[in-house]
């Protein structure tokens, strides 16, 4: 963050995010996410691996990847950075979000770090792009001036909305023509 932005919403947190793509067994692409625990400004929501800058990350990719690693275990050598994606604020609770789109290969376990992550999930491509799969609802939150309309993916029982949400909406048509070449 530039020191201009920085006196302009001294409030921000910068977090970096790694968006993991690997094909399963059957060829078909899936996106990584997990689900945060049930605590905290995000707790139960689904989300991609990542976290908040450190003062040791060197990079945000550096954040990106040690965050990652840290909560579902997949290692830095086991991902390759596919591009930077574009940057995404949070609407209520403050975080600058740099995702970053990578091609994985998928441990044979997932070790997720079980006092954020409840769950890694290994989602197809495909299911999200259903139509019945994406929806849309009327939220409000204490920070918001008025009740707003926000887009949604359904995945299970759950929503995935909110700044993760807009990291994979513009980006799900790319990944549907990928899934769909050989």
Do not use: C
């Not at 997720?112 to 259903?130: G, H, I, M, N, P």
């Not at 759950?158 to 990928?178: D, F, K, M, N, Q």
């Amino acid at each position: 963050m530039t020191a201009e932005a920085k006196r302009e919403r001294p409030d921000v947190r910068e977090a970096a995010v790694l968006v993991p793509l690997f094909r399963d067994d059957d060829g078909d692409l899936r996106i990584v996410l997990i689900r945060r625990v049930e605590r905290g400004v995000h707790g139960g929501q689904l989300a991609f691996p990542g976290g908040v800058v450190e003062e040791g990350d060197n990079s945000k990719l550096a954040t990106a990847l040690r965050e990652t690693e840290e909560e579902i275990g997949l290692a830095a050598d086991a991902v390759e950075i596919l591009e930077h994606l574009p940057v995404v604020e949070t609407l209520s609770s403050g975080y600058r979000i740099t995702p970053f789109l990578a091609r994985i290969v998928r441990p044979l376990s997932w070790t997720r770090q079980q006092d954020e992550v409840a769950e890694v999930l290994e989602v197809r491509v495909a299911d999200l792009a259903r139509p019945e799969a994406h929806g849309e609802g009327v939220e409000s939150f204490p920070a918001w001036p008025a009740p707003r309309r926000i887009g949604f993916y359904r995945v299970g029982a759950r929503r995935l909305w909110g700044a993760t949400y807009r990291i994979l909406h513009p980006l799900l048509p790319r990944l549907v023509a990928e899934d769909r070449s050989p």
